[in-house]
């Protein structure tokens, strides 16, 4: 049954919702998103989505100054009633304490979304969030297409410029310049 528009509904906060999480109102298993202040069930990760997942954080682990920080799948605040959970956030520095936690939008120097079946929903809700929380950039790996889709040059909370990168194309983020991953090390990595 779905619920009339006419029926009013109360947005839950971010912090509410991390408190849930804290109370344990959620399996640990459960995927799960606050997008304005409604709980979004998130797609589930297949093994191809896990394994690239995988190469991207060691691969930009490996590969950028020692005091940025790499997180997989952890959640980040945005907005007043908007967490989202990208699947890689590199971050300018480490938290200072866990008061500083989860990441919010000034810390965030690259988003990194895999999409193997939640393409259409990342370019359609989650990159205008992320532009409207001023996130200087994001790329979307589209696992079908072996591509990678960017977006930059984050403007009145748009992205001016999406540019898509295939196997054989190399890039280096904006705010991360000694990062510079070849693409074809996450789509064909036994190559």
């Known amino acids: 049954m779905t619920l009339a528009p006419s029926i009013p509904r109360r947005p839950i906060t971010v912090e509410e919702f991390f408190q849930m999480g804290s109370a344990g109102i959620f399996r640990d298993d459960?995927?799960?998103?606050?997008?304005?202040?409604?709980?979004?069930?998130?797609?589930?990760?297949?093994?191809?989505?896990?394994?690239?997942?995988?190469?991207?954080?060691?691969?930009?682990?490996?590969?950028?100054?020692?005091?940025?920080?790499?997180?997989?799948?952890?959640?980040?605040?945005?907005?007043?009633?908007?967490?989202?959970?990208?699947?890689?956030?590199?971050?300018?520095?480490?938290?200072?304490?866990?008061?500083?936690?989860?990441?919010?939008?000034?810390?965030?120097?690259?988003?990194?979304?895999?999409?193997d079946t939640s393409l259409r929903f990342d370019q359609r809700v989650k990159v205008p969030i992320y532009a409207e929380s001023g996130i200087a950039e994001i790329w979307i790996v589209d696992v079908a297409a072996r591509t990678v889709i960017v977006y930059r040059d984050l403007a009145h909370q748009s992205y001016r410029t999406m540019t898509t990168h295939k196997m054989d194309d190399k890039l280096t983020p904006t705010l991360i310049p000694e990062l510079t991953l070849d693409l074809r090390q996450i789509f064909n990595p036994g190559a």
């Not at 997989?72 to 605040?77: D, K, L, M, S, V």
């Open 30 to 115: 459960e995927r799960i998103e606050l997008i304005d202040g409604e709980i979004v069930e998130m797609s589930p990760i297949g093994n191809e989505h896990l394994w690239i997942v995988t190469l991207l954080v060691n691969l930009i682990s490996r590969n950028v100054n020692s005091n940025r920080l790499v997180q997989a799948q952890n959640p980040i605040r945005l907005q007043s009633e908007t967490a989202l959970q990208p699947d890689i956030a590199v971050l300018s520095s480490y938290p200072q304490s866990i008061e500083d936690s989860p990441a919010s939008p000034k810390d965030i120097l690259l988003l990194i979304e895999v999409s």
